[in-house]
């Protein structure tokens, strides 16, 4: 089994930045890709950025103004979002998957909030 723990998330004024954390444990060898997703209200999910070894790639919406890691060691991966806009308020989800098994895995979700 494999669980994913979001941390970072609150209230964050228009121009400021934030970063999540994504902490991973159980079988987790085979999931090489890693992920941010995000889910504002009325919306569907949509990606924010992925990584998996050696690439990353971001929606338009934050090209520019986000950057994701991982670490290996850790079971980590990371979101910074810098200038943040009312429009990035959304709820914040973690997302570990395989590229090559049938294994997809998302966290709980954490809110965040920009203000303006």
């Known amino acids: 089994q494999v669980q994913l723990e979001e941390s970072g998330g609150g209230w964050v004024q228009a121009g400021g930045s934030l970063r999540l954390s994504c902490a991973a444990s159980?079988?987790?060898?085979?999931?090489?890709?890693m992920g941010w997703y995000r889910q504002a209200p009325g919306n569907e999910r949509e990606l924010v950025a992925v990584?998996?070894?050696?690439?990353?790639n971001f929606a338009d919406s934050v090209k520019g103004r986000c950057a994701i890691s991982r670490d290996t060691a850790k079971n980590t991966v990371s979101l910074t979002i810098i200038n943040l806009k009312p429009e990035d308020t959304a709820v914040y989800y973690c997302?570990?998957?395989?590229?090559?098994?049938?294994?997809?895995?998302w966290g709980k979700g954490t809110l965040v909030t920009v203000s303006s």
């Open positions: 159980g079988s987790i060898s085979s999931l090489n890709v």
């Open positions: 990584i998996t070894t050696g690439t990353t």
């Open positions: 997302n570990f998957r395989s590229s090559f098994r049938d294994m997809n895995y």
